[in-house]
């Protein structure tokens, strides 16, 4: 995802920037940032010291070969023809060549080892955290800027560990000996090649000042253009059926079009920066030279040959001297979009699920399924309630349905009930107790949970009705789908149980999916099972099925259940009717409809055409056959 541009890489070193009116301001501060990171390297002891070594090995080699040019090959033994003695110098110098050379290659390796690691383990921690994070953080949260944190910005973060700080250590090393060497050689002139230094900061100072403002809005331009890539792919068909691909286009060419002017902008200061710097130090040059003339004019640098050989080292110097400089302004910027990446990531970690176990949390025992709402109001927004002043009691094994219009809250109080959300006043009890004494875990272990949308993981048929009950044998599986009338049609599949799901195009039909999700929930054999009924609608034989399968599902445990098919309705023992966030109405499907209130009038709209749509079809013996228990 980095290289948005490929073109760009060409000429611009060093990530994309953003020159806007958007003032950079960290929410943590830079301090804190760098020592969160070293948390990260601080397994790496060994391997940072041999780095550190390497780095020390590599600007020594750097640093004295200007000085066995100069002062030694050139003044020493070229222009005095010393022959045998260049023999050995050479020698010399490519010593320190080779050792160079050699601590290049460990460095380069080492870096790459830990900046690896470094990122694997920020991904994975990511990740896991990710798992842990409540629903209400998945509400708020783009999905798209989720995926664009641990993917682009941890990049972000290895680019400048292994091309950022490596270098900058070399580079601090690096101007630290040559100043120490060129003091060495001559203190006057090591000042004189200092003239340019102020001049050189203020420019820096200056250009760093417009790279500052950016690199927050950069991460988060980067981060648009991956949720609009996310958001168009998750919701492909959606755009195919209304016609939408044009305005997805357009809208993606914006953020696109946005991220590469910005970038674009950048690279025009950068552009501008390094001819700046360029000009300094020629200018550094030529004082070197003219000051060096005249002190060599003077015989203020001994004998013709040890000038000539000083000017030579001194000049390599300044040459030397400047690029660092240059590169740590570079690397100034890719360090800074790394701290904004560092922070957006640590943004994401310090996230607290809100919905936590208690400290003294215990492993709910086997429960016998009464489930009680006390009073219990919730808001998605505490100031909104959806789910107002609720309650209600379920005795064990009984079958309730919740109906009510759409937006009333039947999802919210079966949300609840998982603890998905905890609510802002009153308690939900199983059994008596407050399901907040329990860890999440073993209350959902007792809950099956089947969702509007069954979703199938990348994985076999049988995997997947494995997956409420991970160590469920073969045959309980098979067991499984033959109870609830999954068999017949997986044994009709390539290869039958085996068969992967979502694999070169093996698609399964919505009811096949339901069927799945109910096997998958009767293996786990939960006490307690909720179900928000799909509203698509299936052809009569698959509704048949379903039926049936509901029949054995519902037999032996609690179930609540968000009716939207009649047949569910009438087989429940009770109905709830909820609307604005509280039940309305109470009872079962024929006292309701005497009361003519609202379960009459859904009836009317909702139920009635449902029922006479499927009369024909299947026919009415054996609709009654099978809706009566
Ligand atoms: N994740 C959410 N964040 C904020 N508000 C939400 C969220 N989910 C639901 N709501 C709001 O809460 C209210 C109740 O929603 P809920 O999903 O419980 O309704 P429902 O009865 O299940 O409706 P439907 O029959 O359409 O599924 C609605 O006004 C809805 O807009
Ligand atoms: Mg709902």
Redesign the pocket.
């Known amino acids: 995802m980095r290289e948005v541009f490929p073109e760009m890489a060409l000429w611009h070193r060093g990530p994309p920037l953003y020159v806007g009116e958007v003032k950079f301001e960290r929410k943590i501060p830079t301090r804190i940032l760098l020592l969160r990171l070293l948390k990260y390297i601080t397994p790496y002891k060994r391997e940072v010291t041999l780095t550190l070594i390497a780095i020390i090995a590599s600007s020594i080699s750097n640093m004295i070969s200007p000085y066995i040019l100069g002062r030694e090959i050139i003044a020493k033994y070229i222009l005095r023809a010393d022959l045998a003695g260049l023999q050995i110098v050479i020698l010399v110098f490519l010593g320190f060549l080779v050792l160079g050379w050699i601590a290049n290659m460990v460095r380069t390796y080492l870096v790459g080892k830990i900046g690896e690691n470094m990122l694997f383990q920020m991904r994975s921690e990511l990740f896991n955290h990710l798992q842990t994070l409540s629903?209400s953080f998945f509400?708020r949260w783009n999905i798209g800027d989720i995926v664009s944190r641990v993917t682009n910005d941890t990049d972000s973060i290895g680019e400048a560990f292994t091309e950022g700080v490596i270098h900058v250590l070399s580079d601090i090393m690096s101007l630290t000996l040559v100043i120490g060497m060129m003091l060495a050689v001559n203190v006057q002139l090591t000042l004189a090649s200092m003239v340019t230094i102020p001049l050189l900061i203020v420019s820096t100072l200056i250009f760093q000042s417009k790279f500052r403002t950016v690199f927050r809005v950069t991460r988060e331009k980067i981060s648009q253009v991956t949720s609009k890539l996310e958001e168009s792919l998750s919701g492909i068909r959606e755009i195919k059926s209304f016609n939408k691909e044009r305005d997805f286009i357009e809208d993606f060419q914006k953020v696109n079009l946005e991220t590469m002017q910005a970038n674009i902008r950048a690279a025009k200061i950068q552009g501008a920066f390094f001819p700046t710097v360029q000009v300094i130090q020629a200018i550094g040059s030529g004082i070197v030279m003219i000051y060096g003339g005249i002190l060599a004019f003077n015989g203020a640098l001994g004998s013709i040959e040890d000038a000539v050989g000083t000017l030579v080292t001194f000049l390599l110097y300044v040459q030397t001297f400047f690029r660092p400089i240059q590169e740590l302004t570079n690397f100034y910027a890719i360090i800074q979009s790394a701290l904004a990446a560092a922070e957006r990531i640590f943004e994401l970690l310090d996230i607290q699920p809100e919905v936590k176990d208690s400290e003294n949390a215990i492993e709910m025992p086997p429960i016998k399924g009464e489930i009680t709402f006390e009073n219990v109001t919730f808001g998605?927004?505490p100031n909104h309630p959806?789910v107002n002043n609720i309650s209600f009691k379920i005795n064990p094994k009984e079958t309730i349905a919740l109906v009510?219009p759409?937006?009333?809250?039947?999802?919210?109080?079966v949300k609840l009930l998982c603890r998905f959300y905890d609510p802002q006043q009153g308690s939900i009890k199983i059994d008596g107790y407050d399901i907040r004494m329990f860890t999440q875990k073993s209350l959902r272990k007792q809950m099956g949970i089947i969702l509007q949308e069954t979703l199938l993981f990348s994985g076999t048929i049988k995997d997947n009705i494995r997956y409420g009950k991970p160590d469920a044998t073969d045959e309980e599986v098979i067991n499984a789908a033959k109870a609830v009338g999954a068999h017949e049609f997986i044994m009709n599949l390539p290869n039958g149980y085996e068969t992967k799901v979502g694999e070169k195009g093996l698609g399964l039909s919505f009811g096949q999916k339901q069927l799945i999700a109910f096997a998958r929930a009767i293996l786990k054999d939960p006490a307690i099972l909720i179900m928000d009924e799909a509203t698509s609608s299936i052809d009569p034989y698959t509704d048949l099925l379903i039926r049936k399968a509901m029949r054995t599902l519902l037999k032996d445990r609690t179930a609540i259940i968000?009716a939207h098919r009649l047949s569910t309705v009438r087989d429940a023992d009770r109905i709830l009717v909820?609307n604005n966030g509280r039940i309305v109405e109470e009872g079962s499907h024929e006292e309701l409809i005497k009361r003519k209130g609202l379960y009459y009038r859904l009836y009317q709209m909702q139920f009635k055409d449902v029922e006479s749509l499927s009369k024909p079809v299947i026919g009415n013996e054996e609709i009654s056959s099978i809706s009566r228990k």
């Open positions: 629903f509400d998605y927004d959806v009510g759409t937006g009333a809250g039947k999802s919210t109080i968000i909820i």
